[in-house]
């Protein structure tokens, strides 16, 4: 089980609130650290983006509290309602779902166990929870960021292995078809995470002016990256569906599928070891060219079946999208290894890949 850097930094915020609550000399220091359980961020900007909303939320859920105490008491009933109202009223202001659980720890914590003089009660409960709120706030701010772009990266290439190797497998019929059924499952999945990942890394601000560039052209590298590896994702499950209609077409047009697969495939790996600094240089000319006439060889291969009457025109049709997402990945193949090519050609000392060695 790998200790990511969010653990680490629940765990300093909560030692940083306690504290910080005992030294003010404050009762129940354990809320403080409740709420800063809830405050941790995953990165910078979501800790600044989202710092405002969970103090006007909580300030929602602490005035609420207070008015249906006073008016009403502190019936099981009551704070039932009053969190009902808070939610509501958060959701019309538009603010931040993850704001919302922390604001129910105020309603209850105040309105747990009133006294006499309940405003003071109420006022120093609110304030344990700011000092986890801006604890939390603090940590992130100091702590060291999360390595996205690692992260990304190592993500993206898992990825694209895994997908690359059931799609080899498949077209040399030695796939196990209930494990790759599994696989594609767990991928997709994989795939919802990456795209959490890039989100993250691309809302990420980079707080000086001689990264901005570099980090807007890593953005979109990473992001024609995750299209990259989509579109062999969607050939390989094209393929999976469609299996019998391709393993049913002419052995000559099987073979130019398989090879053009291969060789768009150690493309594709080939690019992404360059961008990780493993390859120095582009594709041979040779290469690329057998890449097109592959595609040439390819597309009026399959053309002219069109005509002949040993393949129906259903058959025809349902193995159309196979093809054309084959050309597509070979499209989107270009434009990432161009990419990648600027990248190491202009504004080198601005151009610093941070991909480091996978943690094990």
């Known amino acids: 089980m790998k200790l990511g850097a969010r653990i680490f930094k629940t765990g300093l915020a909560i030692i940083l609130s306690l504290y910080i609550a005992i030294w003010i000399g404050l009762e129940n220091p354990s809320y403080a650290a409740l709420a800063a359980t809830f405050a941790v961020q995953p990165s910078i900007h979501r ?3 989202t710092i405002l909303e969970q103090i006007q939320a909580n300030i929602i859920g602490a005035v609420l509290a207070v008015i249906f105490v006073l008016t009403f008491g502190p019936e099981p009933f009551v704070v039932g309602l009053v969190t009902v109202i808070a939610i509501a009223i958060i959701i019309k202001l538009k603010l931040e779902a993850s704001t919302i659980p922390l604001a129910i720890v105020t309603i209850i914590i105040i309105m747990e166990s009133p006294v006499d003089n309940f405003i003071e009660f109420a ?7 700011l000092i986890g709120v801006f604890s939390a706030f603090i940590v992130n701010m100091v702590f060291i960021p999360p390595r996205y772009e690692t992260k990304l990266y190592h993500q993206v290439v898992e990825y694209t292995e895994q997908t690359i190797q059931w799609t ?3 077209l040399s019929r030695d796939a196990d078809h209930k494990a790759m059924r599994k696989d594609l499952s767990m991928l997709h999945e ?3 995470k990456l795209e959490n990942l890039f989100l993250l890394y691309k809302e990420e601000r980079n707080y000086f002016i001689k990264n901005k560039y570099s980090k807007a052209r890593k953005v979109v590298l990473f992001k024609q990256m995750i299209l990259s590896s989509q579109k062999i994702s969607t050939i390989l499950k094209n393929m999976e569906r469609r299996e019998n209609e391709l393993f049913h077409m002419p052995e000559n047009l099987q073979e130019l599928i398989r090879d053009q697969l291969r060789l768009l495939t150690d493309y594709h790996n080939r690019i992404l070891l360059r961008y990780a600094g493993k390859v120095n240089s582009q594709p041979s000319p040779e290469v690329l060219e057998e890449i097109d006439e592959g595609k040439t060889n390819l597309m009026e291969s399959y053309l002219e079946l069109y005509e002949q009457a040993e393949i129906s025109k259903e058959e025809w049709l349902h193995l159309l999208p196979i093809i054309s997402h084959i050309m597509e990945y070979e499209e989107k193949l270009e434009h990432l290894d161009h990419l990648v090519d600027s990248f190491f050609t202009y504004h080198k000392k601005d151009n610093k890949v941070l991909v480091q060695k996978e943690e094990e």
């Open 123 to 129: 006022s120093f409960r609110f304030l344990l929870i």
């Open 190 to 192: 994989k795939m919802v």
């Open 47 to 49: 800790s600044f983006q």
């Open 168 to 170: 080899i497998l498949l």
